[in-house]
């Protein structure tokens, strides 16, 4: 199967600044590329995601770029709140439509 | 608007023992998804669908078996229960990546003990 990675599994920033998660991932041939977040105790919930023929995508807060040359994603979360603590996994979709994930980077916001 | 919905919450079970986990979703999504989730871990495929009557094996399928008879229903089946199953099950469903709708939907999970 893929291999999707993360690089930091624990992630502490202040209040109001910018929160950066990397991930790496191994195949080349996925089309999509998208962040989730997981709250404790509740299944992922969709944030943003990525088409493979882009490097940049922007949200509300919240920006992914990807970096085909060396396989990785970056999730930026523009001034981080406390509601935006959770574990937040990076996932890949292949063209059979299964989803691989990373192992998570847990981003805790302190006030 | 209920989404993706998984039974029971919660269960213990005995070395040996089997269960079903049930999931239903009520989006129409073809695609319908189980995965493993060990602590500090991230996700593991163990079953998906991509359709009624159609399933196929993910990374981590030893142990489980699914069926799919309907569009909405995709219950996991444990038949005989070990430690090395302990974990939280997530069914998700999605629409096919033609669509242009990357986003799977998640249920709540199901907290596994086999003890």
Known sequence: GESVGLHLPTLSVQEG???IINCAYSNSA???FIWYKQESGKGPQFIIDIRS???????QRVTVLLNKTVKHLSLQIAATQPGDSAVYFCAERDNFNKFYFGSGTKLNVKP | NAGVTQTPKFRILKIG?????????DMNHNYMYWYRQDPGMGL???YYSVGAGITDKGEVPNGYNVSRST???FPLRLELAA??????YFCASSYSILSGDTEAFFGQGTRLTVV
């Open chain 2, 83 to 88: 430690p090395s199953q302990t974990s939280v």
């Open chain 2, 71 to 73: 569009t909405e229903d």
């Open chain 1, 30 to 32: 996925s089309d999509y």
């Open chain 1, 53 to 59: 023929n882009m490097d940049k995508r922007q949200g």
């Open chain 2, 44 to 46: 593991k495929l163990i």
């Open chain 2, 17 to 25: 023992q089997s269960m079903t986990l049930q999931c239903a979703q």
């Open chain 1, 17 to 19: 600044d910018n929160s």
